[in-house]
C-alpha cells in the first residue's frame, strides 16, 4: 500500500460520495514497439464536482515525466501568477487532475503528472482536483488490479523499459516529488516545440514519437 491514508473525511472522498462519471474518450489498446499503450483519453467534464486538494497528497501512477514538459508547464503558471492569485486560481480550476481513490481513501493520480510536479517545484501547495473512480473499498491487490484493467498505470520504467505490472505498485514514488525525468519524453517535447510533429491528444503520444524515433535511429 502507498503512502498515507488521505481518511473517509478528506475533500475527495466526500467529494465521491457525489461525483460526476469522468469521460472516458477511448478504450481502445493501440500498439506500438510490440507493447501495448492504454488511449484512455481521460477528462473530467464540465460540471464535474472538484475540490481543492494538497499536491502532496497525491500519489503518482507513473515513475517518470519528462521535465522539458515540467519546465514548460512551471513557465505557464508563471505567466498566470503574474497576473495576480485570481487568475491562477482560475488557470487551476480550469486544470482539475482526475484521481482514483484506493484502499484508505488515498488519491491516487491518473493524469497531469508534469502540472503537479510543476507546481510542487514552485511551492504552490494545492491544486483542484475530481474523482473519476472510487476504489477505496477493494483491498491493494483488488485496487491494483482494477487499475490495470482500466489502464490507469504507465508501467515503464525512465528509459522506457517496461515494467512488470506486479511490481509498479511498490516501485512508484509516494509523491510527485519522486518522479523522474525521461529523456526521450524530455526530446520528444523540444522536437514538438520546433515542429517536429503535431501534439496529439492521446495520452503518451510524445513517448510513443521519442522510442519511435530512438528506434530508428
Known sequence: MLGQPAGADSPLCRLSNNQSQASLQSSSISTWNNEHVPDTGIRLPPGTPTQRVAVLD????????????????????????????????????????PVVLGPNHSPYLIDHHHLCLALQMMGIPQCYAGVVRDYSQLNPEQFWAA????????????????????ELPKLLPHTVKGLVDDPYRSLAALVRKAGGYTKSTKPFSEVSYAYGAASSA
Do not use: C, R
Open 147 to 166: 487499475m490495470a484493467f482500466h489502464n490507469y498505470l504507465w508501467p515503464y520504467d525512465a528509459n522506457g523499459n517496461p515494467v512488470d505490472i506486479h
Open 58 to 97: 497525491l500519489h503518482p501512477t507513473q515513475l517518470a515525466v519528462g521535465m522539458q514538459q515540467v519546465h514548460e508547464k512551471m513557465e505557464k503558471v508563471a505567466s498566470k501568477q503574474q497576473k495576480g492569485p485570481e487568475a491562477l486560481d482560475k488557470f487551476l480550476q480550469n486544470h482539475p487532475v
